[in-house]
């Protein structure tokens, strides 16, 4: 069963590259899928992908980019295996094919830029390919964007192009296509008469190849221009016979123009229900396909209807959702008007360079005709200096090779001194393991900026009691890895000897790492922070005493901040503020106590890249310990 589901969607697949259906036919799609999980013929399955990207391209575009993409993706792998010209070719076709098909999505999305890239890419394939339908197709596809850059000379050079490219290969469609762009154009650019004439050449070739999508969207441009001219009767047979062509092709886009135009026309006819009816139906069309420019001129013309009727309650809701959707498309009109302007200064400048570029290799040439003995002799000149600059070039790039095969093992050396300072530092900080033997439920954080870190924790349990120590101490990378290994060794020797006074720790720590670890100024003198707190488990107690390091206390619902002692310097160590104090705290079950440094306190984030401060930070410890109360 699964072989004859890719021998009947085979046939369906050159249909579907054709024409762009607006609905999804679930037996087309179920054959297409089970092309693209199960066969292994690339070919195929690009077919296959370019077919479900046409099924979804105006009901679920972001579908359609994703197949799109696909198929290139597997049309590039297809090209890169050795193939026969036939199957080469078929991927080149293909891959033309995705690319402007995914350059028209992003053309209706204003997104400038990559349609372009698109569709030059594509005419780039077509032209290496040689067929000439292809490139008409693919020169059709070019033309839109030369009309996105407002460049309408190239636009019609384009379409003139396409349409020889058409005539030669009797590509009758295509050659209708190409009539009814310059048409609609020469109206736009009110020349009714060339316009006129165009469209009529266009109806004609579409009549005879019964192409009927392509004749009702003649007769939508046709009934627009006699509508804007004062010919409504015109405008409403034409606008009808669209109508029922874009109904036998369920093309829901074209319905939806055909009915806002009737409803146009009959509203100049002062048949306001008809009006109405169409209005309305065609606003539902344009919510079912999402379209927010055409939702705008349905609402328009809805809260026009209603006005008229004296339904003024409709008509304020139509004319306020029309206001809320012009705002919203104006913002993004304004940001790819910027875009497009930007684009097209880029294409100025490359067409006034590549001008440039032109006139100089013309007066080139005709200084190479007019001196040819003397340009021999600049060659062989010029040959003997590129020998001697290609010598001295090359010296200068051994030198350089070798001075950065020296550089890198000297990086590579002082990397491994660097991790090995990281396995020093760790080794000399306790685990959480350790700590949790002594107290219940420890939390450990340490997350040094660089690989190395200033800041650092000290924790040493006893008989009745354990010490944790944190500090910071003013430096990040190898200094303060170093200063956190000194520290370390000092707090072992001081702890060590059984002092169980806080203020007399913090004492002994500031005046022996000053005497180890000179400051280089005041502010340095200053900028060592510690808090020492000393856990006497079975009594349930703290004592703790700190300098600029204070501890936060979380008790039930309750947020207590101990402050430390805040003291300046005179470059001694010598405190000159508030002295130490020694604060002795009895703890209830269920008390959590925070340890911490300034690194988080001082973190900055936001739209103003404010610093987080205690508030905050408390306010955070508050809400991790109520959400983990349990």
Request: hydrophobic share 40%; glycine share 6%.
């Amino acid at each position: 069963m699964r072989f004859f589901a890719f021998y009947i969607s085979f046939f369906f697949i050159n249909a579907l590259l054709a024409v762009k259906p607006v609905i999804n036919d679930s037996s087309h799609g179920d054959s297409l899928n089970e092309i693209v999980r199960y066969s292994r013929n690339d070919t195929l399955r690009v077919s296959a992908f370019i077919s479900i990207g046409n099924l979804y391209q105006l009901t679920m575009p972001d579908r359609a980019i994703y197949f799109y993409q696909r198929a290139i993706e597997t049309a590039y792998h297809g090209l890169q295996l050795k193939n026969s010209a036939e199957v080469e070719g078929r991927f080149l076709r293909s891959l033309a094919m995705a690319m402007e098909q995914l350059s028209a999505i992003y053309r209706d999305r204003g997104d400038v830029r990559k349609e372009i890239k698109l569709s030059f890419d594509a005419l780039e394939v077509v032209e290496f390919l040689g067929d000439k339908k292809s490139i008409a197709r693919s020169l059709l596809n070019v033309s839109e964007s030369f009309l996105s850059l407002k460049d309408t000379a190239r636009y019609f050079q384009c379409l003139k192009g396409s349409i020889q490219f058409f005539k030669q290969t009797a590509d009758k469609p295509g050659l209708s296509r190409g009539y009814f762009k310059i048409g609609k154009m020469l109206l736009a650019q009110d020349d009714s008469i060339s316009g006129l004439a165009y469209l009529q050449l266009a109806l004609d070739l579409q009549t005879e190849s019964k192409d009927d999508g392509a004749r009702a969207g003649t007769y939508n441009v046709l009934g627009a221009y006699y509508l804007r001219h004062g010919f409504p009767e015109r405008s409403f047979k034409l606008n009808r016979e669209a109508l029922r062509l874009y109904q036998d092709s369920h093309d829901r886009h074209g319905l939806l123009n055909s009915l806002y135009q009737l409803a146009e026309v009959e509203l100049l006819r002062d048949n306001l229900t008809a009006s109405n009816r169409y209005a309305t139906r065609g606003l539902e069309i344009a919510n079912e396909i999402n379209f927010p420019a055409e939702v705008e001129k349905g609402s328009f013309l809805l809260s026009t209807i209603t006005e008229r009727q004296g339904d003024f309650d409709a008509a304020h809701f139509h004319f306020f959702r029309y206001v809320e959707i012009r705002d919203s498309l104006r913002r993004n009109e304004t940001r790819k008007n910027v875009e497009r302007r930007n684009i097209q200064e880029s294409y100025r400048i490359q067409t006034e360079d590549d001008r440039y570029r032109n006139d100089q290799d013309i007066l080139l040439r005709q200084h190479s005709r007019q001196n040819q003995k003397t340009l021999a002799w600049f060659w062989v000149s010029g040959i003997v200096i590129f020998l001697i600059l290609s010598f001295w070039s090359w010296k200068r790039y051994r030198k350089h090779k070798m001075q950065s095969a020296t550089i890198t093992k000297q990086m590579e050396k002082i990397k491994a001194s660097i991790l090995y300072a990281v396995e020093i530092q760790q080794s000399l900080l306790c685990g959480k393991e350790t700590m949790n033997k002594s107290l219940d439920d420890v939390i450990l954080i340490h997350e040094p900026r660089s690989l190395v870190s200033g800041d650092f924790y000290w924790f040493r349990p006893f008989e009745t009691y354990c010490v944790i120590v944190c500090v910071d101490c003013a430096g990040e990378g190898v200094d303060g890895g170093f200063k956190s290994a000194v520290g370390t060794l000092l707090l072992d020797g001081i702890v060590q000897h059984g002092l169980t006074n806080p203020v007399e720790i913090v004492g002994r720590f500031r005046k022996e790492f000053s005497e180890i670890i000179p400051a280089q100024n005041e502010s340095e003198a200053s900028a060592l922070d510690i808090s020492v707190c000393i856990f006497y488990p079975g009594d349930k107690v703290v004592e703790f005493a700190g300098i600029h390091n204070g501890i936060t206390i979380i008790s039930g619902t309750e947020t207590i901040h101990y402050p430390s002692a805040n003291i300046v310097s005179d470059g001694q160590y010598e405190i000159v503020g508030n002295d130490i104090k020694h604060k002795r705290i009895e703890l209830d079950d269920g008390d959590r106590v925070f340890i911490f440094t300034d690194g988080y306190i001082d973190q900055r984030g936001g739209r103003t890249s404010q610093q987080m401060g205690y508030l905050l930070f408390e306010e955070i410890l508050a809400e991790m310990y109520a959400a983990n109360s349990n």
